[in-house]
């Protein structure tokens, strides 16, 4: 194996991902199909803006393989600008895209700190919120590159915070000058992946959160935590699953991925914010040929007891579970499905080139561009005391859009989308592609 191109990475951290290996037997017939499938491998490692797997041939008998790589940067002390709200759409329709309602500061993220893609992140953020958090993760802390682990911990303070959310599918948001949510972790984990497609990891954290008196007393929510005093305290314990085996981990368009985790926070099992939960996701991606993709997600998650405090029944409209269409409405449950289905075609794929002709990074920025449709379908259960107008019902919506995909694997969607109660609007989602 002749690996070039890696300045910071070192050679046995994209060995690993590779199954083919030194002094193999290999039937020629296949060997562009596992070329490309290691190449493959390394590429989703997100190091690299560029993987090339190419055989070199030695004699009739004999060749090696030849891995040539362009990395990507790794270093991003940059300065952060970040919307309190959970959406551009949000915060320019519902707050007249308020500056106040910002946060601003630094965010620095090294994603391959001693070449062995260990990752170190501190955020030291002010403005509406207040956050300083770190963590540093390392993928292979062992000699066999098979064990891994992370550390980390945060400390939050904000000037609102949702209390509770509206039969419309709103928050309903407590307000002070002063800070009304307080709030520290600590957090470790442990991660096994022997395999390439296979991972495991073992979650460990503690979080002390602290609210204004009122927001537990019968005027706000006393469901709140479950809880008379506003300060609780809560272990969370959780294992996950994940099996991945798609062209790109951050745009995939072929191949398929699962994941599984079962989770418990709190000492009990019922009572205060007790809570026990199970959750899965399959997602699959097909090629169906003169750049048509198809792709289906499912997902869901049941939490138990069904009696839970408000902040353990987080549901559709939070993350990425989310319907598409209904991206204001915020669905608490104690249980939730969903599914997403999309067809695209890809229209256009060409580069831009750049200024810094010499630079082998940002000599070009490339360009992706996707036409698709899509529909979405959910379903979020709560018991009737909790309910809202959108739960306990079969929830769907559907719609056009175009992904425009560039330097890193960044996403920019626009969507035009509607749903059952006969809304339709335009939404822009960009998602960071490292």
Known sequence: MIISGNKKTKDYIILREMLMKQGDSLVIATLNSQMERDRRFIYNTTLFAEVMVEPLIINAYDFDISVTVKERWYIFPLPEFRLVDRSINEW??????????????????????????????????????????????????????????????????????AYKTSYDNQFLFYKKNNFVNISWNVNASYSIRKGIRKSETISLSYTHLKVDDSVVKAKYNPAFINSSTPIVGYVDLSYSLQFTDVNNVLYPLTGYSAAFNISKRGRNFKGGVNLFSLQAEYNRYWDLGKKWYLSAQVQGKIKLPFDQPYINRQALGYGNAYIRGLEYAVIDGVAFALAKYNLKREILNFSVPTMFKKSKVLNKIPFRIFA?????????????????????????????????????????????????????????????GF
């Open 372 to 432: 698709k449709t899509f529909t979405d379908l959910g379903y979020s259960y709560v018991k009737n005391e909790y309910a809202s107008r959108l739960n306990n019902i079969l929830l769907f919506s559907g719609g056009l859009g175009v992904d425009i995909v560039t330097f890193y694997d960044i996403q920019i969607r626009l969507e035009y989308s509607f749903n059952q109660l006969g809304q339709n609007r335009l939404f822009l989602h960009n998602e960071k």
């Open 92 to 161: 320019i329709e519902k707050y007249n895209a308020d500056l106040r309602r910002v946060n601003y500061g630094v965010k620095f993220v090294h994603y391959n700190l001693s070449g062995r893609k260990d990752q170190l992140r501190i955020y030291l953020l002010n403005g509406y919120t207040k956050n300083i958090s770190f963590n540093y993760k390392v993928p292979y802390a062992n000699a066999a590159l098979t064990n891994g682990f992370s550390v980390g911990g945060g400390y939050s303070m904000s000037r609102e915070m």
